[in-house]
């Protein structure tokens, strides 16, 4: 075994990018809240981006290294410490065999993963190793990590077994860091930008115009499934009854309360209250950094635009990822 879990935290689990192709049948695609904090962390240690981490909520884990190991800390700012020591985050981590691993409560943002050179060896269920807690399957037995669990990392491949001789010699960590403010935002006040939803021009004009003037409030009953809003209500200008349809990751549902809800990771695969807009992929890894009660100020934008900015951070993911590989 390489770690053990001497403290789970409030939600410890493991989560890839999902479970897609399997929708049809009823499964969920699940995955990290933050995709790209998670792809970042994996390429710090040299894994492939879509490598299973631990996902850590607002409080974080404990964990006994067993075994020397090279980690990567990406995502929300829950003060990790090795040994009571400060460790930083966005950059390659050695870890030494009998240390503490240890998280406290969200300082900045709301999420942060743990990526392990080689991976964490658990089985893939339906092509993924992501945890669906509310099934049951996936990740470490289906469920949140507790005290006494015990994980294995993989093999490291050529990058990772350079980063590891690198820091074997130097100091526990590197000087250099990841740039993460380009493409993540970890404020409480949030400007997230959205496209319009299918059933937007079915809204009467003052719910339009709510939408994007007036401030939202991310609620406590937010989870993985659906983050809840509280603000001033939206509505129909008439009621109708809506077939249920497909959704996605960012759907902003309006229900009959007037109150939004926007899908996150471990969503249900069809919806069938009507869908005022759609958060913009680039924005949905800030969003998802965002802890009650911060506040969400929408922007509409176009398709293309959308399209613009999704184009432009995967530019930067991939420009990172050319400047670690020269770090080897």
Not at 86 to 112: H, T
Not at 228 to 241: C, D, V, Y
Request: charged share 20%.
């Amino acid at each position: 075994m390489s770690f053990q879990v001497v403290h789970p935290g409030l939600l410890t689990t493991i989560q890839d990018l999902g479970r897609y192709g399997s929708q049809k049948y009823g499964v969920i695609v699940g995955g990290a809240m933050d995709s790209y904090s998670l792809r970042i962390a994996n390429l710090l240690v040299g894994n492939d981006e879509g490598e299973g981490t631990l996902e850590m909520t607002l409080v974080g884990c404990t964990l006994l290294f067993e075994r020397d190991l090279l980690i990567a800390i990406t995502g929300g700012d829950l003060m990790p410490a090795v040994d009571d020591k400060e460790v930083p985050m966005w950059r390659p981590v050695l870890v030494r065999k009998g240390s503490l691993l240890s998280f406290k409560s969200a300082r900045k943002g709301c999420r942060a993963y743990i990526a392990f050179a080689g991976g964490l060896v658990v089985p893939k269920v339906m092509g993924s190793k992501s945890t669906y807690v509310r099934a049951g399957i996936g990740g470490f037995l289906g469920r949140a990590l507790k005290k006494g669990d015990s994980l294995s990392c993989g093999e490291l491949n050529a990058t990772s077994r350079s980063f590891l001789q690198q820091l074997s010699k130097l100091q526990r960590h590197f000087a250099w860091s990841v740039n993460h403010e380009r493409i993540i935002r970890l404020g409480q006040a949030q400007t997230i930008r959205i496209t319009e939803g299918a059933e937007y021009d079915q809204f009467d004009e003052l719910s339009k115009q709510r939408l994007i003037e007036e401030l939202f409030v991310l609620t406590n009953s937010s989870d993985r499934m659906g983050y809840r809003l509280e603000g001033p209500p939206l509505a129909l200008n008439e009621k109708t009854e809506l077939l249920s349809e497909g959704v996605t990751y960012g759907t902003i549902q309006i229900p009959p309360n007037g109150q939004p809800i926007i899908l996150m990771a471990d969503r249900q695969t069809t919806g069938g209250y009507p869908k005022i807009a759609q958060i913009i992929s680039a924005d949905l890894p800030s969003l998802a950094q965002l802890r009650p009660p911060g506040t969400i100020q929408f922007e509409v934008v176009s398709i293309e635009e959308a399209e613009n900015e999704l184009w432009k951070n995967e530019q930067i993911i991939a420009s990172l990822k050319i400047g670690i590989q020269l770090k080897v």
